[in-house]
């Protein structure tokens, strides 16, 4: 941050130049370093001391404030509590475009023409292969389900003459499906 101090019968000694650097440093914080320059001029009026500051911030931002009182460090004060009202209304409006701005890729161009909407497409049913349907007992399905890679097996019941299914389950034990009577 550039600092031009200017003193109007005042003479700028190393005490007020301390004094602006200290304050505006509270700016700097507040902007987050966002400050391009400050001119900052110091009048003495009789009794009065006003510092009238005007901060340059990025994106050619100008904040401005004036501090009257009856000590400089006062004035300072008032002035820079000016400012930094009207920084933080300042960095609000940055946060506030920060948060409504989209991405570059999620930008995409309009589409020439809208497609008709169209209603999901109900699953499509594959046949895959036939499957023979043996008379067996429900021990030897479960050999047969245990040795082979498939993960279910129709098969019918010996005892019963009904249909049965017989699948491995996810915890590796097996299940058997058999239909009510």
Avoid: C
Avoid at 41 to 47: G, P
Avoid at 80 to 94: C, N, P, S, V, Y
């Amino acid at each position: 941050m550039r600092l031009v101090l200017t003193g109007r019968h005042v003479e700028i000694n190393p005490t007020l130049r301390r004094l602006a650097d200290q304050k505006l440093g509270k700016l700097e914080r507040v902007l987050n370093n966002r400050i391009v320059s400050a001119q900052v001029v110091l009048t003495l009026e009789k009794y009065r001391h006003v510092v009238d500051i005007t901060v340059h911030a990025r994106g050619d931002h100008m904040l401005h404030g004036v501090g009257k009182s009856g000590a400089w460090e006062v004035s300072f004060g008032e002035a820079i509590e000016k400012i930094a009202q009207q920084a933080q209304k300042l960095k609000g409006k940055w946060q506030e475009r920060k948060r409504r701005a989209i991405p570059a890729k999620a930008v995409l161009p309009p589409p020439l023409e809208e497609p008709p909407v169209a209603e999901p497409a109900p699953p499509r049913i594959v046949r895959v292969s036939r499957y023979i349907v043996r008379p067996m007992t429900v021990e030897e399905a479960a050999m047969a389900v245990g040795d082979g890679k498939d993960a279910f097996l129709v098969f019918r019941n010996a005892k019963t003459e009904s249909v049965n299914v017989l699948y491995r389950r996810k915890d590796g034990q097996l299940g058997w499906i058999e239909p009510e009577a």
